[in-house]
């Protein structure tokens, strides 16, 4: 019989599976259990809007069984089927297109990332098996289809006979080897374990044969040994649970087995509500964003279930933009079965439910904040640009319920910290909150324009996202303390004997800023003495509301609205260079102009700005040296 290849992405894939990129290889049992059950679970679907089918739940289950002689174990089910397309497209098919890229940066991690994400479930059989076979019969079909491989070779598929609609999968255990046990996976106690750990909710019967050693009749103390089928799942699903009965491990296994991270969760609540609405939910805080979180594929929604049965794999609804991250479930007795997602939109229940949800997660994360901080901080720094987004969107309306969550880098305490510790430790006369905004720690902490503040002593926020300036023009103020950027004409900083004294002087300068300003016309808007300078001649500074942070960002933009910030150059009147450029403007008008050009260059160049002739630039570095 002609062998067919696998496709090139999937040989690679199932070569990386096979090779055992996932250390627990216990797992694959959970893969193909949770297949069989998707697979009723569609054979249940269809009989909701096909008359000709009726759905005895008697007749439906999921059958582990072990043949020790011949190194078998058999998974049967009493699902869909597949067709003979369906193995073909399903099995001889691995990875859906983009996941191997995506694979490929993320090799270094464990195998725990790919398994079932990109539907690569079924592959990880051959992490056990060195042979797999898969016996199906569709609904609908009389005639049963055989697929078979041995791995990277490839697959053949043949006719077959089944009696009854479902799949058969057949994994020829592979031989020890001097560091991997294979033979557990023959043990009973072992399988019914694993069963236990992974797929102890899954709604259907997981059965197994059990020997049972049954006292004999006739004579006393001897037995017969018995073959006896047993349930070993509870089909009890876990968000039906007793809190007190599970453990961390317990959770951390319904995080995976329902695929919702590549990681572990940080942190997981389970609500069990019997107020004025009546749900269970189990809600996770993940560890790391999905590698698509910060981009527009990504889907935010949580799994909805009307009393034990699943009706929807992403309700939107449930959660607010900017808890997009929260993965989970939501069981409601009060949800119809077959509510449309038209009905489900304007749903009364649904709606307090997702407020509901809405306030656990943000008193999940306040207590996190206060009593783990450690924790906080890794949550912040995988998702706090989304809480800063929230505060953005929809015109400040979130703003009010999520300013507390945020953090900003702190200057003095070099990490995170609220904005209520931040005004906590102000002292009485600061009257703002300090921010500087820029590309970097690093950068920010070398502006020219950070020094008068932090000459104060004063704390500065240092804002590295492109969102943290707009957020906080949203939120205009904090416990009544508004925000001002370090670059702002007015710092409302009490102005020293000598800062008066310059300010007269530079009254005195008119002459020679006006001739600088109208040097440098179209760029900026004036040139004028510094407030905030101490050791650096020159920095830029902007009038108005958009800063040059926030001129650079929009300009990032796809539809950029090109808004422009009004750019002042700032002179430290008390640096040498003032010096050079009063004696030129009254000895030589083409130094003067050579300086203004240097020093505005200089000003771009501090502020990560591009300069607008770079060849012309060192240009001028020439002239001024010789
Ligand atoms: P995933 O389950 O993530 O889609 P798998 O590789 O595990 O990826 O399975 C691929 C597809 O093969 C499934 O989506 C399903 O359509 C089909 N399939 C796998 N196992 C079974 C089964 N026991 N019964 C019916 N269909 C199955």
């Not at 694979?103 to 056990?128: C, L, P, R, T």
């Not at 507390?404 to 200057?411: E, K, Q, R, T, V």
Request: hydrophobic content about 35%; aromatic content about 10%.
């Amino acid at each position: 019989m002609e062998k067919k290849q696998f496709q090139a992405e999937s040989k690679r894939l199932l070569e990386m599976m096979i090779n055992s990129i996932y250390t627990q290889k216990e797992i694959f049992l959970r893969e193909l259990i949770s297949n069989s059950s998707d697979a009723i679970d569609k054979i249940y679907y269809r009989a909701l809007t096909d008359d000709t089918l009726t759905f005895d739940p008697e007749n439906y289950y999921i059958k582990l069984s072990v043949d020790k002689e011949k190194r078998q174990l058999t998974l049967t089910d009493t699902g869909i089927g597949m067709t003979r397309e369906d193995l073909e497209n399903n099995l001889g098919v691995i990875a859906k297109s983009g996941s191997l890229a995506f694979k490929k940066e993320n090799e270094a991690k464990d195998g725990h990332d790919i398994i079932g994400q990109f539907g690569v479930g079924f592959y990880s059989a051959f992490m056990v098996a060195d042979r797999v076979t898969v016996t199906s019969r569709a609904l609908g079909e009389e005639l049963a289809y055989r697929w078979e491989s041995d791995g990277a070779d490839g697959y053949t598929i043949e006719p077959a006979e089944k009696a009854e609609v479902g799949t058969q999968i057949v994994l020829s255990i592979k031989d020890n080897t001097e560091d991997d046990n294979y033979d557990e996976f023959l043990e009973e106690y072992r399988l019914r374990s694993i069963v236990k750990k992974y797929s102890d909710f899954i709604r259907y019967p997981i059965k197994m044969d059990n020997i049972v050693r049954v006292p004999k009749e006739d004579a006393e103390g001897e037995f017969d040994e018995q073959t006896k089928e047993e349930q070993v799942n509870s089909m009890v699903p876990i968000w039906r649970k007793n809190k007190s009965e599970l453990t961390e491990e317990d959770y951390e296994n319904f995080y995976a087995e329902k695929h919702y991270g590549f990681d572990k969760p940080l942190s997981h609540m389970h609500i069990n509500a019997d107020g004025a609405v009546v749900y269970r939910s189990i809600l996770f805080i993940p560890e790391t964003p999905p590698f698509d979180f910060y981009s527009r594929e990504y889907e935010k929604g949580l799994e909805l279930y009307a009393n034990g049965v699943l009706i929807m794999n992403k309700c939107a609804d449930l959660l607010p933009d900017y808890f997009s991250f929260v993965k989970g479930m939501v069981d409601s007795e009060s949800l119809s079965l077959n509510i449309s997602r038209e009905m489900l939109q304007h749903d009364r229940q649904l709606k307090l439910i997702a407020k509901n949800i809405e306030s656990k997660i943000k008193s999940q994360l306040k207590s996190l904040q206060k009593d783990d901080r450690e924790k906080y901080d890794k949550f912040f720094e995988a998702f706090g640009r989304q809480l800063k987004y929230g505060v953005y969107s929809d015109y400040g309306t979130h703003k009010d319920a999520l300013k507390d969550l945020l953090m900003f880098y702190s200057s003095t305490e070099k990490k995170l910290v609220t904005l209520d510790e931040y005004v906590s430790r102000m002292p009485e006369e600061q009257k703002y909150i300090y921010y500087a905004a820029g590309a970097s720690h690093a950068r920010i902490e070398k502006l020219p324009q950070t020094e008068m503040v932090a000459d104060k002593g004063y704390e500065i926020l240092y804002f590295t996202d492109d969102i943290d300036e707009f957020a906080v023009k949203v939120l205009v103020n904090y416990k009544e303390k508004e925000f001002r950027s370090v670059s702002a004409g007015d710092l409302g900083i009490e102005e020293n004997e000598a800062d008066k004294q310059n300010e007269a002087e530079a009254a005195e300068d008119k002459e020679l800023f006006d001739y600088m300003t109208e040097r440098l016309a179209g760029k900026v808007s004036n040139v004028r003495a510094s407030k905030r300078l101490r050791s650096h001649p020159v920095c830029l500074s902007s009038d108005g509301e958009v800063s040059i942070e926030m001129e650079k960002i929009l300009s990032m933009m796809p539809d950029n609205p090109n808004v422009k910030a009004d750019k002042v150059l700032e002179v430290n009147v008390n640096h040498e260079v003032f010096a050079s450029l009063k004696t030129s403007l009254e000895q030589d008008k083409a130094k003067l102009d050579l300086y203004t050009d240097l020093l505005y260059n200089q000003a771009l160049l501090i502020e990560g700005l591009p300069i607008e002739d770079p060849v012309e630039f060192t240009n001028m570095m020439c002239k001024v040296m010789v």
